[in-house]
Each structure stands twice: as structure tokens, then as C-alpha cells.
């Protein structure tokens, strides 16, 4: 897996492990998740959809629409979801006295992200 910034398109690679070990560890420093989002835009170019027919593209997107709606906000599955920029300062200030990589502190302080596959 991997994290992408928004902005810079930088990447940061870990394995699902080394994640998951990275938010555990930030909750023990006081973390509080605020949640993550997914944004349509993203999500209907990520699962296009091979039919031109327009009561099939519909569908997709009402699909795609309202799998974004209720997104449960997760940290834990990389689904392309964004960990907003409050987030981002919020899991820097929690880990900035840990034993995370330096590049990853780096790639925090670089603001918002993708969480992928």
C-alpha cells in the first residue's frame, strides 16, 4: 500500500502492518481520528465504467455516490479515502516524539492524503 499527497502527488510506501502499527501508535499518544472522507470526483475515476450507455453510467454513479456517503470514515481498509489536512497536524503532533520513520513525519508535514491500496 501507499500514501499519496494531494497536492504534491508525493508517496509515502508502507505495508498494511506497518499502517496499521503507525495509527495504533498514534491513538497511545492521544490521536483522535477525525475520520476520513472519500470524494466522488475521485471515486467515478478510479471505477469507470465500460458501457456508454447512459442509464448505465447513471447507475455507477449513483452507486459510486452514495458508497461515498456512507463511507464509515475508516483509517484501516485503503480504499483511496483522504486524511484531511487538521488530521494530518493532529497525527504529526502525536508522533512527532515516536519511533515512526523520519521520511513519514516529513511526508505529515507535507499536509492532506491519499490512503491506497
Not at 495504533?24 to 477525525?34: D, H, I, L, N, T
Not at 478510479?46 to 455516490?65: A, G, Q
Request: negative net charge; hydrophobic residues 40%.
Amino acid at each position: 500500500m501507499f500514501l499519496m499527497n494531494i497536492t504534491t502527488g508525493a508517496k509515502y510506501e508502507c505495508t498494511i502492518e506497518e499502517w496499521h502499527g503507525i495509527l495504533a501508535m498514534a491513538k497511545e499518544e492521544g490521536w483522535e481520528p477525525q475520520g476520513t472522507v472519500l470524494d466522488l470526483a475521485f471515486q467515478l475515476f478510479i471505477h469507470p465504467e465500460p458501457n456508454c450507455l447512459f442509464e448505465s453510467d447513471l447507475f455507477v454513479t449513483l452507486y459510486v455516490h452514495h458508497y461515498c456517503l456512507s463511507w464509515d470514515g475508516n483509517y484501516w481498509v485503503p480504499e483511496h479515502q483522504i486524511v484531511r489536512d487538521e488530521d494530518c497536524a493532529s497525527l504529526l503532533e502525536a508522533l512527532v516524539y515516536s519511533d515512526v520513520p523520519a521520511e513519514f513525519l516529513d511526508f505529515l508535514g507535507e499536509g492532506p492524503f491519499r490512503i491506497c491500496p
